[in-house]
């Protein structure tokens, strides 16, 4: 099993630029997330999904779009970068969310310069 | 909404010292507790969880939780740390519902001193 796969693993944007980090899992999980990985602010969530056609915003949703058309597939939108969207992101997934145990990622380091 | 503190940003111990990493959480309902744990350059994986049932929860690499809901708590401890324990740890809180968001706290930073 491929568990939860994020794609690219390393990008570098210019401010203004777009691009979409993708994520994609095969455990037939419902439930899935994105959070952002930075010094000393820990993991912050930036949407979820609890299953196709429903998504909703966690704590830092601005600047980000998602979208969730299949169980397998949460790609996250960059619009417009910025230079504070400079991050790891990783993606997560589990059965439902709650008391499920979330499956992370190996992430994704995104530079905006 | 939930939401979880972690006390310590950094706490530094001598190989073989006990250690505790304290978390706190606030929540109107009841919650869901897990600690994650992610080692240098990795991603992050469960430690242990706090569903139901016993306050003191057992994890893997010989650590425990006390979930103490007077003082909405749930501290992580060990009695001996290795080198290998050196990794930052992760608080997480969800409230008791089927598909509810989980939110995480701003981690401590565990270095063992030799």
């Known amino acids: 099993n491929a568990g939860v796969t994020q794609t690219p693993k390393f990008q570098v944007l210019k401010t203004g630029q777009s691009m979409t980090l993708q994520c994609a899992q095969d455990?037939?999980?419902?439930?899935m997330s994105w959070y952002r990985q930075d010094p000393g602010m820990g993991l912050r969530l930036i949407h979820y999904s609890v299953g196709a056609g429903i998504t909703d915003q966690g704590e830092v949703p601005n600047g980000y779009n998602v979208s969730r058309s299949t169980t397998e597939d949460f790609p996250l939108r960059l619009l417009s970068a910025a230079p504070s969207q400079t991050s790891v992101y990783f993606c997560?997934?589990?059965?439902?969310?709650?008391?499920?145990?979330?499956?992370f990622g190996a992430g994704s380091r995104l530079t905006v310069l | 909404a939930q939401s979880v503190t972690q006390l310590d940003s950094q706490v530094p111990v001598f190989e073989e010292a006990p250690v505790e990493l304290r978390c706190n959480y606030s929540s109107s309902v009841s919650v869901y507790l897990f600690w994650y744990v992610q080692y240098p350059n990795q991603g992050l994986q469960l430690l242990l969880k706090?569903?139901?049932?016993?306050?003191l929860v057992k994890g893997i690499n010989g650590f425990e939780a006390e979930f103490n809901k007077s003082q909405t708590s749930f501290h992580l401890r060990k009695p001996s740390v290795h080198i290998s324990d050196t990794a930052e740890y992760f608080c997480?809180?969800?409230?008791?519902?089927?598909?509810?968001?989980?939110?995480f706290g701003s981690g401590t930073r565990l270095s063992i001193r030799p």
């Open positions: 706090y569903l139901s049932g016993s306050t």
């Open positions: 997560a997934s589990s059965y439902s969310g709650g008391a499920n145990v979330l499956t």
């Open positions: 455990m037939n999980h419902e439930y």
């Open positions: 997480a809180v969800s409230v008791r519902s089927s598909a509810s968001k989980i939110i």
